[in-house]
């Protein structure tokens, strides 16, 4: 394990390392032989413009569609099934509940990852937090969660852990992915545009937005093997 990769624990609340689990960006960030995803320090990331990311605006006028009603009744659902304190923040709710907003991941994604909506999950390694997963990769290797927790606070993690695995022996490892799911997102989506652009089987574009974001790579950086 990198030594980046540990944990701490400060009044009963995890610190979940900070990690970006991903596929490769070509030469510029491998993922190393024979592995499909890696892991890279979120500090090391490209900044990401805030006017593209708030209000999920990357994603043009998917951003304003119409939500969808049965889409909403289950996140209502979802909503009563949390303990008292605990809500849905409104951007997961936004996003979640616009099927033409969650397409444009399902579309763009590399490794075939899909839009898929889970109950409320205990958090196995937290007392009283919970999980709702939101995106998963079509081989279940990383599952991709909205954390919450009884102080109010959300996240994004990521696990190779899901519900299926409650049984199993040992204590799963969480990563923090991102502050929202609006960041998230973003960076999920504009990250799959660069992969395009840089493989040799497919034509991306190469917009402004992919060459600035690739740009912070102007050496090879460390995978998170």
Known sequence: MAPWLHRKESHHLIEFPRVWSATDLGELRPAGAFTTYAGWPYETLPSLRPERRDGFAWAGDAATSAPDAERLAELETLARSLPP???LPESFVRYMSRPALTALLDEVSTTAC???LSDVIASPVEEGA???????DQQDCVFWYLY???????????SEWSERFADAEGRPEFFWSAPTIEEF??????EC???????DYFEGEET????AYLSHYGEKVPTGE
């Not at 919450?148 to 990521?158: A, C, K, Q, T, W």
């Not at 997102?185 to 504009?190: A, G, I, S, V």
């Not at 402004?208 to 060459?211: I, K």
């Open 130 to 136: 919970h999980l709702v997963r939101f995106f998963r």
């Open 193 to 199: 545009k660069c992969w395009y652009v840089l493989s």
């Open 185 to 190: 997102t973003y960076r999920y989506w504009l």
């Open 148 to 158: 919450l927790r009884p102080n109010g606070e959300s996240f994004v993690v990521d």
């Open 85 to 87: 304190g605990i809500a």
């Open 208 to 211: 402004p937005e992919v060459v």
């Open 114 to 116: 899909r839009t898929d």
